[in-house]
């Protein structure tokens, strides 16, 4: 197991209440996709796992590491192995594809020669093959403000893999995409799951992505854990109580 999370609670200052009490175990390799309306807790979840928000109760447990009891090198070290994609790519755009993608390699790398982007020969090495592994290695010298939003998010995507994550954490990664593109950074998503052993973990909004690409599903409503199997398991009745009574199923070709 990867990843077990116990009974854990998110309650912010203002006293909302983002997590109530939720248990999820995550086994090595798994592409797990969590759904939900927004607002539901499904990117606090993410946060949480990899402590960018700190939990109120409960515990993140990651290979074998109470999360929430790490401090200093301890801490940063488990962070490193937990690659972390957005929605809106939190890329530098006035620089190179490839100097992205580097900024991975930041924890491995000094202050004084991050400043100055002195990285090494075997980071740029590493930073090309990942740039390769997402079909992006002949865009490495490419501005990123120059690219396509799919190209972005499949330059995020390198950039996690520069710090060889264990676990990958995707926070709506296909949100601001077309359809087209949707497939296509989900596409890579699971050549990384599946050809590197990556362990993924995904929040998305449309089921029929999930149907496509996910292992295992679980889903969050106000906070609370509601439905945990199979994509196929999630049919009409489910989707109802999941996303309203009024709700209606928009599909991605």
């Keep these: 197991m990867m990843l077990k999370i116990n009974n854990l609670k998110k309650i912010y200052p203002n006293g909302h209440q983002a997590l109530d009490n939720i248990n999820i175990e995550v086994q090595k390799g798994e592409f797990l996709v969590i759904i939900g309306l927004s607002g539901s807790g499904k990117s606090t979840l ?135 593109t949707s497939h296509s950074v989900m596409d890579y998503l699971k050549k990384v799951n599946e050809e590197l052993g990556v362990t993924i973990i995904c929040n998305l909004h449309f089921l029929s992505l999930v149907r496509e690409y996910a292992g295992r599903v679980i889903a969050l409503k106000d906070g609370q854990l509601i439905f945990e199997g199979k994509p196929e398991q999630i049919d009409e009745d489910w989707f109802r109580k999941i996303y309203g009574e009024k709700a209606k199923e928009v599909f991605i070709k």
């Design 46 to 180: 993410l946060k949480c796992i990899n402590k960018l928000h700190p939990i109120t109760k409960g515990q993140v447990v990651f290979n074998g590491q109470e999360i929430s009891s790490l401090k200093g090198e301890e801490m940063r070290n488990a962070q490193s192995k937990m690659g972390m994609i957005f929605q809106h790519f939190n890329l530098i755009d006035r620089k190179s594809a490839l100097t992205n993608v580097l900024t991975g390699a930041l924890h491995k790398t000094s202050i004084i020669k991050s400043v100055f982007e002195l990285f090494s020969a075997e980071q740029k090495e590493k930073a090309f093959e990942m740039l390769d592994i997402v079909g992006l290695k002949e865009k490495a010298f490419e501005r990123v403000d120059n690219l396509s939003g799919g190209q972005k998010q499949r330059v995020a995507i390198a950039r996690a893999l520069m710090q060889s994550p264990s676990l990958l954490l995707a926070d709506e990664p296909v949100a601001s995409l077309d359809p087209a």
